[in-house]
């Protein structure tokens, strides 16, 4: 998918809590969250140019926030910048997204069975209302995509390791765009949805083992569909 024809419509609404956080951060870091964030939801499409003109009209600041911006992602390994060319949205391997699976793999289980281990029954009540609201959203792509993906980062507030969190969050904005694809159809969703059933229930139950296991596969599940997604679409 193509990024906006009218750059102007980039610019998302902020909530009034999103505005006072933004202000602690300097302006070409708001520019490049904005982006990730876009480039997560599917506006920006893999491959897709970024034009800093544009980007610079869109958001009323000039060619070298924007310039910023576009570094501070090509470090979160979200955009490529070639000289001459200029800046495109990463477009992964296989073996790149086989790589940043693996890893995210393993972190996610770790997360869950830290969970498991430390799960209150106020937060298991919190994990099962959250997994209604997954329910809940089945049949909208995008809806589902973000609950989950709240879900996952829930699960890593359990495991109260703020190191492990950290990590987590730097994989799971190279592969946001990629977790969208791998719920794009209902049976895939409905597939996950089961998937996190067996996860929630292992949690809540303080079974860190099955928990580990469930969100390994889980994730290796949704490489997969990835995987077969891309190379339906010849992409990798």
């Known amino acids: 998918m193509r990024g906006p024809t009218n750059p102007r419509i980039l610019r998302p609404k902020m ?12 302006l070409p870091l708001q520019i490049a969250d904005l982006l990730a964030e876009q480039i997560a939801d599917g506006r920006w499409a893999p491959g897709d140019r970024l034009r800093e003109t544009e980007l610079a009209s869109s958001y009323g600041v000039s060619r070298a926030t924007v ?4 570094r501070l992602l ?16 990463t477009l992964l391997s296989a073996k790149e997204i086989l790589d ?13 069975r830290l969970a498991a281990e430390r799960c209150t029954p106020a937060e298991a009540d919190i994990l099962k209302g959250r997994l209604r609201l997954l329910a ?7 809806e589902y995509t973000r609950h989950s993906r709240e879900l996952v980062e829930y699960i890593a507030s359990l495991a109260d390791n703020a190191i492990l969190a ?8 190279q592969i946001g765009r990629y977790v969208r694809i791998s719920l794009a159809t209902l049976e895939r969703r409905e597939r996950s949805l089961r998937a996190w059933e067996e996860l929630i229930q292992a949690i809540t139950s303080h079974d860190p083992e099955r928990a580990a296991a469930c ?9 997969d569909a ?5 190379s339906r679409t010849g992409q990798t």
């Open 15 to 26: 909530s009034q809590p999103q505005q006072n956080a933004n202000l602690l951060k300097t």
């Open 67 to 70: 310039r910023e911006a576009l």
């Open 74 to 89: 090509e470090i979160r390994g979200l955009v490529t910048i070639r000289p001459q060319r200029g800046a495109c949205v």
């Open 100 to 112: 940043l699976y693996a890893v995210r793999a393993a972190m996610v289980s770790t997360a869950s």
């Open 136 to 142: 809940d959203h089945i049949g909208e792509p995008a």
């Open 166 to 173: 950290s990590y987590a969050n730097d994989i799971a904005r």
């Open 215 to 223: 969100h390994y596969r889980l994730a290796v599940q949704n490489r």
């Open 226 to 230: 990835v995987l077969e997604e891309l």
